[in-house]
């Protein structure tokens, strides 16, 4: 049986990919879970310029995210911290959401979860944050974090 997939499934494909499938997977798994639908003329053509649309629409997001990719690669993030008057730690820590904060001042739309840190900064120092910015664009920036003045 053909169907169309609604979404992406990691077994059959991507959204809108045309497969062939067992009867009984299909319409009693694939269909009623919301991934696919049966693969009719209308549904064919509606898939199609789905696709189209998609294409145009990945373009402009790649687009979107060079631009902000070259906007990311000279940066330089300042955060200030409370730190411990002995030592170079900071009370409390940096994470993905404060970076993501700071990246939104300068004007770069980024979601949180898209700043790459391998664990909460937490001493003062120079960091090399990455930032994927789409599935095949990162950006790397600095990172300094400071001591607060008081």
Do not use: C
Not at 21 to 37: C, D, F, H, S, T
């Amino acid at each position: 049986m053909k169907i169309i997939l609604i979404k992406d499934y990691p077994r059959l494909g991507s959204k809108n990919d045309v497969v062939e499938v067992k009867r009984g997977y299909a319409r009693n798994y694939l269909i009623p879970e919301g991934i696919a639908v049966m693969a009719t003329k209308g549904n064919l053509r509606h898939a199609e310029e789905m696709k189209k649309y998609s294409h145009k629409h990945e373009e402009r997001a790649i687009a979107l995210a060079q631009e902000n990719a070259e906007k990311v690669a000279g940066l330089t993030v300042t955060l200030q911290r409370n730190a411990k008057a002995e030592s170079e730690r900071i009370y409390g820590s940096v994470s993905s959401v404060d970076i993501a904060e700071a990246l939104q001042a300068e004007g770069i739309d980024v979601h949180h979860s898209s700043v790459l840190i391998p664990e909460r900064i937490k001493n003062l120092g120079v960091y090399d944050i990455t930032v994927k910015l789409h599935k095949s664009i990162e950006a790397t920036l600095k990172l300094w974090v400071v001591r607060e003045e008081e």
